[in-house]
């Protein structure tokens, strides 16, 4: 079945260490993203690519870094940098470079708390 | 810039009860409209959309009325199952950049 797969469900970081998230897809879709979801909040936008080798700054990019190699793949690290952490990572893929929302796709999401 | 408001929750009905929640938002232009849902443990799966003044969308029992004159796009379902339990999003698309914003989210809890 095609889908996006994001690892780890779970995942705690220490005070001062980076930690990756993965995002995967066989959608064989052009554009990802990756969005923070705080309790109480709504969604905002980290970083998004909209082709191999390209991306951009979302909204809250500070703090975080990505990579885009390979267009099945688009893994988000949260340096040591970010400073409030903890919190429900999303990653969305979508046939349209446009962004429209109805052609978003979404993972089940990672956790990330501090220890 | 553009903003999404939604009705505070978390709400908890009982089976078979009536549903709405309230979505209002501020935008200029045009923007599409959207409800989001999102089950425990999963991602955000679009529920309706609709993308001018008028337009109802539907899906699964629930609706939304596109209301511009009131700039609002408010959930409702007429009878509520267990099986509705989850987070609600109302979100916006709209501008230039095509610039996507969500609402806080509203949990909602059916009863049986």
């Known amino acids: 079945d095609g889908g996006i797969t994001q690892s780890p469900k779970y995942l705690f970081r220490k005070e001062g260490q980076n930690v990756t998230l993965s995002c995967e897809q066989n959608?064989?879709?052009?554009?990802m993203y990756w969005y923070r979801q705080d309790p109480g909040q709504g969604l905002r936008l980290i970083y998004y690519?909209?082709?191999?080798?390209?991306?951009q700054k979302g909204d809250i990019a500070e703090g975080y870094s990505v990579s885009r190699e390979k267009k099945e793949s688009f893994p988000l690290t949260v340096t040591s940098a970010q400073k409030n952490p903890t919190a429900f990572y999303l990653c969305a893929s979508s046939t349209s470079r446009d962004r429209s929302a109805e052609k978003l796709f979404f993972g089940s999401g990672t956790q990330l708390s501090v220890l | 810039g553009d903003s999404v408001t939604q009705m505070e929750g978390p709400v908890t009905l009982s089976e078979e009860a009536f549903l709405t929640i309230n979505c209002t938002y501020t935008?200029?232009?045009?923007?599409?409209l959207f409800w989001y849902v999102q089950y425990p443990g999963e991602g955000l799966q679009l529920l309706l959309k609709?993308?001018?003044?008028?337009d109802k969308g539907s899906n699964k029992g629930f609706e939304a009325t596109y209301r511009k004159e009131t700039t609002s796009f408010h959930l409702e379902k007429g009878s509520v199952q267990v099986s509705d339990s989850a987070v609600y999003f109302c979100?916006?698309?709209?501008?230039?950049?095509?610039?996507?914003?969500f609402g806080s989210g509203t949990q909602l809890t059916v009863l049986p």
């Open positions: 979100a916006l698309q709209g501008g230039s950049a095509r610039q996507l914003t």
């Open positions: 609709a993308t001018k003044a008028d």
């Open positions: 959608l064989n879709h052009d554009a």
């Open positions: 690519s909209q082709i191999v080798n390209d991306f």
């Open positions: 935008a200029t232009g045009y923007p599409s």
